[in-house]
């Protein structure tokens, strides 16, 4: 059930959806970066907090150029590095254990929320089981990550496999990343604005306005980001494959 849930086909229609949010997002960031350094400067009676917004929209627009370029380049280093694995019963075996972790974390935070009648305990098993998700879909496929399945693979191919798989999964999310974390990002700082208007909890939603801005500026340079450790890692990588080569 759950392999038929999570294919390949579902996984880049969701990804191509989110790249899309990303880039849509741009101008909407823009306009509640802007808008919270009016209602701040307002708040504060002072011009600084406008000046701010402003140059953290010039900054954001550069993040955001950055992001989208590079998206095209970690497209790429997917697509030309590839890894060979002699089965993928491994990968199967470690998305069983994935899922069990998965439904123990969502419980447990359910039960901590119940215990302690608020919400806030269920965000980071939540976040922890997103991941997991991810993590489990790629296992189930791993074409996504270009590793296949080679019948000839040795034991050290397998090993060089699974190391390659972990770097190009973090860098096959660089769309749900960039996508994902600015809806989330801007919905926090729309959130923090509402609530700073009608001078609830100021300093608390001050806060969350501003985690708001880090969310949405790491989003935009997330591709960026990715794809950097992904050329730092694959020195490893190669370095791997020439002792390999001596080896044979």
Known sequence: MVSGLLTAETF???EAQLGRAGIMMAPVTAGLLIALGIILGIKEDSFNSFAVSIAATVIFFIAHWCGR??????DLAIVNSSGRISGYGLFRSIALVALVGLIGLVVFGIYMAIKLSVIEPLYAPLGYAAAVCFLVWFLLNPTLV???????????????????F???SSLKLHRVIFGGGLILG???IAYSMI??????????DGITGFS????VFAA????????LFFIMSYLIIDLMRAVLRIGK
């Open 12 to 14: 880049n229609r969701f």
């Open 69 to 74: 370029a590079l998206s095209v380049n970690c």
């Open 146 to 164: 270009s590793i296949k399945s080679d019948d000839s693979s040795s034991p050290g191919d397998d090993v060089l496999s699974l190391f390659l």
């Open 166 to 168: 972990g770097t190009l």
């Open 186 to 188: 801007n919905l926090a």
């Open 195 to 204: 609530k700073i208007m009608r001078e609830e909890v100021y300093i608390l």
């Open 212 to 215: 708001g801005v880090i969310i």
């Open 220 to 227: 935009a340079l997330a591709p960026l980001f990715l794809y």
